[in-house]
């Protein structure tokens, strides 16, 4: 069954340094989301991404964060400076559709990538 | 107003004994679905059902089993037999349009 697929499974790194997350998608979904989850609490929303561009983001996306699909199959969530409070799992997710509920529009979730800030 | 209510926050039990897994949702949509999620100590989410708002027949996967009943807005979910392998903390979640709302999770712990 095709499945999302995000690397690294853990990051480590100083307070301060870039970071880049990475996930290949499944291949025919058109629809890209990031989530976070901080250690003990519950799964939140970042960012959706659709045809090169965000469609919606949550308040927690701020400048620091960015999105990109630099090719055909990668989906990158970047930190430029990261912070102590970011050590998170983060989860990528992507839907053949959006907007509304079909079978079409469920989120598939990858594994997720445990970044350590230091 | 949370769109998705997990209100117990841990429980524990002792291997064998039943558990039910509360939710509540909250949302203005006729049509939805529902999903509950395993998170392991490892971290990932692992999918472990989908409801949507049209079909309200209660499901059973060998000792899971769901309770869907809108008239109550709830989803609870059952596991009979519990083994030490359940213990993880599950995740309620509701799809509104393009959005997933999580509920806060309920942590388990079965003990031998």
């Known amino acids: 069954e095709p499945e999302v697929t995000q690397t690294p499974s853990h990051q480590v790194t100083q307070m301060g340094q870039e970071v880049i997350l990475r996930c290949v998608p499944i291949?025919?979904?058109?629809?890209f989301y990031w989530y976070r989850q901080i250690l003990g609490q519950k799964v939140e929303f970042l960012v959706s991404f659709y045809n090169n561009e965000i469609s919606e983001k949550s308040e927690i996306f701020d400048d620091q964060f960015s999105v990109e699909r630099p090719d055909g199959s990668n989906f990158t969530l970047k930190i430029r400076s990261t912070k102590l409070e970011d050590s998170a799992m983060y989860f990528c997710?992507?839907?053949?559709?959006?907007?509304?509920?079909?079978?079409?529009?469920?989120?598939?979730f990858g594994a997720g990538t445990r970044l350590s800030v230091l | 107003a949370q769109k998705v209510t997990q209100a117990q926050t841990e429980i524990s039990v002792v291997e064998k004994e039943d558990v039910t897994l509360d939710c509540v949702y909250e949302t203005r949509d006729t049509t939805y679905y529902l999903f509950w999620y395993k998170q392991p100590p490892s971290g990932e989410l692992v999918f472990l059902i989908r409801r949507n708002s049209f079909d309200e027949q209660n499901e059973i996967s060998g000792r899971y089993s769901w309770n869907f009943q809108k008239s109550t807005s709830s989803f609870n979910f059952t596991i009979t037999a519990s083994q030490v392998v359940d213990s993880a903390v599950y995740f309620c979640?509701?799809?509104?349009?393009?959005?997933?709302?999580f509920g806060s999770g309920t942590k388990l712990n079965v003990k031998p």
């Open positions: 997710a992507s839907s053949q559709t959006s907007g509304g509920a079909s079978a079409k529009n469920i989120q598939y």
């Open positions: 979640a509701l799809i509104d349009f393009n959005k997933f709302y």
């Open positions: 291949s025919n979904h058109l629809y």
